[in-house]
């Protein structure tokens, strides 16, 4: 199932003086119906609308209003059929379409069809589906609505923080979760649910970066995976169902502003408290994307049903469904929970030129990548060969890290990295240059091996790992050589990889040619026993092209570069949070 089950809404509206249809396709994981106007047209046009279950009833009172009134575009009737979808399918579906998969989400279930025009619950899924999917440009994609996200707790625990009275911040919180106090705190898995994700970029950006932050952020994601659902339903369900299941049930989960409404409007025996900590995360913006599939007149319909949305109509709607208006403020009928500000931090602002927009695009699609990295190596274990450059070039001082070799950065990554892998997985770990063991250029210093006894061992290897001063790169043994490890000691039921490093090109006279490991990679292909192939560049003496043409030689894969050396650290969670990483 996706990660936001939400409410489904009773369909009501049956107008005389239009066609109305309801439709089930699922099992009930879509609800919807198609209106349209009854006036003389000189043609018809059909829109189909796919839209996050908690806004879907909202956008479809505004869609009746708009066809009733004469919906017309060009003199065209539009139809419009407004349908439920959970964001995490809506995204998978998409994804299926162009041709990729997003990190946690698989393929989209039976038949899933992809809509003329896509709410979901947050602009990061249009980021996430872009990142993989470069062909994918929705249009329009302003926000219609607005819900902030908030840390929710049972009433009795945040009273006992200082809540409602005292402002909380994403560090205060930070050090509850991670102090050895009695919080029990959960999450909806991030790679499925919007709000999750948001609350785990602002846990991180709390923790900081450094050697401490990195500890600190790891501990508190270990406690957030300890309660993760993969459905929010299955969360919210954790919370206390009596006063006397306080002290034992969930007391803490990022959850969205509408959800704490929706909770509290079942009247459950214990409230929940929605604590608005400083500062605020990414508000879910429910964007309105039209599909980059959609012809002229579909996306002129769409244009104008959008306007629909910003009338009084649909305002009224989203307020009685828990919801703000993109501005931040809220309209009449909107139960706000106690302690909630007037206006929430708008979503809607001024708008960016071409290329700050798609400079602030790349940077929030990293920082997302990054944290579904650690949270991928913390909650979904496999094995991976790690396989390093000691080439005499991992020596070269990097002056944007404090002349630091690209040997030290590279370790340093790879000990933090270390420490985000739990004890389920597996590692083993090799270098690589020239003349290694003979003409042979790699070494292997620990084969692949359950970290329950094997993690002092790798974190002493990769910490011993020193450049060979005149060594070369051999890089197309080495990489041939660790597929095939791989491969042979493959395990089912586990993502199995090599993660190789290296900071420049082949250079191993004597060895394999490009077409030769090329020729020989295809060969092994296996879709019985696939090996994701992940190579990160460091620094700007790699080749991407031949980087590219082997990853792409093996079942599946990907190229990640840090330009700048001192960012392998933040490469090494995008390659991990990458659905094409490790």
């Known amino acids: 199932m996706s990660g936001r089950h939400r409410r489904t809404f009773s369909l009501t509206v049956i107008l005389a003086s239009a066609l109305a249809a309801v439709v089930l396709v699922g099992g009930g994981s879509w609800l919807g119906y198609e209106q349209l106007s009854a006036k003389d047209c000189s043609g018809q046009v059909s829109l189909d609308v796919a839209a996050a279950a908690e806004i879907a009833a909202a956008v479809r009172t505004a869609a009746d209003a708009w066809v009733e009134q004469d919906a017309q575009v060009d003199g065209v009737c539009v139809a419009v059929k407004v349908k439920e979808l959970e964001p995490a399918t809506g995204a998978a579906a998409i994804a299926q379409r162009h041709g990729v998969t997003l990190t946690g989400l698989g393929g989209a279930p039976g038949q899933a069809e992809v809509p003329d025009v896509w709410i979901p619950d947050s602009s990061s899924w249009l980021l996430r589906v872009s990142a993989e999917a470069p062909g994918f440009s929705p249009t329009d994609r302003e926000p219609v609505a607005e819900s902030p996200v908030v840390l929710a707790m049972p009433a009795p625990v945040a009273q006992t923080l200082g809540w409602p009275a005292k402002q909380l911040t994403w560090q205060e919180m930070l050090a509850a979760l991670t102090g050895g106090k009695t919080l029990r705190p959960g999450i909806v898995d991030p790679t499925r649910d919007s709000a999750g994700l948001s609350g785990l970029l602002a846990l991180g950006a709390a923790a900081g970066d450094d050697a401490a932050g990195t500890k600190t952020k790891v501990g508190a994601l270990r406690a957030l995976a300890a309660n993760s659902s993969s459905i929010r339903q299955d969360l919210v369900e954790k919370f206390p169902g009596s006063a006397q299941d306080v002290t034992t049930a969930l007391s803490a989960a990022p959850l969205s502003e509408e959800d704490v409404v929706a909770y509290n409007a079942t009247k459950p025996p214990v409230q929940l408290a929605a604590l608005y900590l400083d500062p605020a995360p990414a508000a879910l913006d429910y964007p309105f994307a039209i599909m980059p599939e959609v012809d002229p007149q579909k996306a002129a319909a769409a244009a104008a049903l959008h306007g629909a949305l910003r009338g009084a109509t649909f305002r009224n709607a989203i307020a009685a469904a828990g919801l703000r208006n993109p501005d931040g403020s809220a309209g009449a009928g909107f139960a706000a929970p106690e302690g909630a500000p007037q206006a929430a931090t708008p979503v809607v602002q001024a708008s960016p030129d071409a290329s700050q927009a798609a400079a602030i695009a790349s940077k929030t699609t990293a920082a997302i990548s990054q944290v579904l990295g650690s949270w991928t190596a913390i909650t979904q274990p496999g094995r991976v060969l790690a396989v390093f450059d000691v080439s005499g070039s991992m020596l070269t001082k990097v002056p944007t890290a404090g002349n630091l070799t690209r040997n030290?950065?590279?370790?340093?990554?790879?000990?933090?990295?270390?420490?985000?892998?739990?004890?389920?997985?597996?590692?083993?770990?090799?270098?690589?240059?020239?003349?290694?063991?003979?003409?042979?250029?790699?070494?292997?210093?620990?084969?692949?091996?359950?970290?329950?006894?094997?993690r002092n061992k790798l974190s002493e290897a990769i910490q011993n790992m020193e450049p060979k001063r005149d060594g070369d790169t051999g890089l197309y043994d080495t990489a041939l050589a660790a597929y095939e490890n791989v491969q042979q000691s493959w395990q089912p039921g586990r993502v199995n990889s090599v993660l190789l490093f290296t900071d420049g090109v082949n250079e191993n006279p004597g060895g394999l040619t490009r077409g030769a490991l090329l020729a020989k990679l295809k060969k092994l292909r296996d879709p019985k026993r696939p090996v994701r192939m992940v190579i990160i560049g460091i620094g700007t003496g790699v080749d991407r092209d031949e980087l590219t043409a082997i990853t792409n030689a093996t079942s599946s894969g990907g190229v990640f570069i840090a330009e700048d050396p001192a960012k392998i650290g933040d490469i090494f969670l995008r390659a991990i949070g990458s659905r094409s990483g490790a």
């Open 408 to 454: 030290e950065l590279t370790k340093r990554a790879a000990v933090e990295g270390l420490s985000l892998f739990d004890d389920r997985w597996a590692v083993g770990n090799w270098i690589f240059s020239t003349d290694m063991v003979g003409k042979r250029p790699w070494k292997e210093q620990v084969a692949i091996s359950p970290l329950t006894s094997a």
